[in-house]
């Protein structure tokens, strides 16, 4: 069974700044790119920022230069540092990752690639 914990989140104002942290844990064999998605009522989830297994990253326009993803690979773990926010950022986060699973198929090595999510945490920034 495999887990994403997420912790942070809350309420700020315009102009703060916020730290999102998300831990997978389980029977893991690997984690692959992990990463912070936001969603609004009525609206498509958004991709935020993600973090490559080797450090590559990847913003969403609306949040570059305003965010930093960073991973531990050690601890299968992936925060969000967020400046500057703005009422705009207010959404549900959730932290997603890749994660493989080593498994066996009588004498032969499996390895099953799945998608899991955090339950997600609240970030409204407001005045």
């Known amino acids: 069974q495999v887990q994403l914990e997420e912790s942070g989140g809350g309420l700020v104002q315009p102009g703060g700044s916020l730290r999102l942290s998300c831990a997978a844990s389980?029977?893991?064999?690997?984690?692959?790119?992990m990463g912070w998605y936001r969603q609004v009522p009525g609206k498509q989830r958004e991709m935020v920022a993600i973090?490559?297994?080797?450090?590559?990253?990847n913003y969403a326009d609306s949040v570059k230069g305003r965010f930093t993803i960073s991973r531990d690979n050690a601890k299968n773990a992936v925060d969000l540092q967020m400046a500057s926010l703005k009422p705009e950022d207010t959404a549900v986060y959730y932290c997603?990752?890749?994660?493989?699973?080593?498994?066996?198929?009588?004498?032969?090595?499996?390895?099953?690639?799945?998608?899991?999510w955090g339950q997600g945490t609240q970030v409204t920034v407001s005045s």
């Open positions: 389980g029977s893991i064999f690997s984690v692959e790119n």
């Open positions: 973090i490559g297994s080797d450090g590559t990253t």
């Open positions: 997603k990752a890749i994660i493989v699973i080593a498994s066996m198929e009588g004498l032969s090595p499996r390895r099953t690639w799945s998608d899991y």
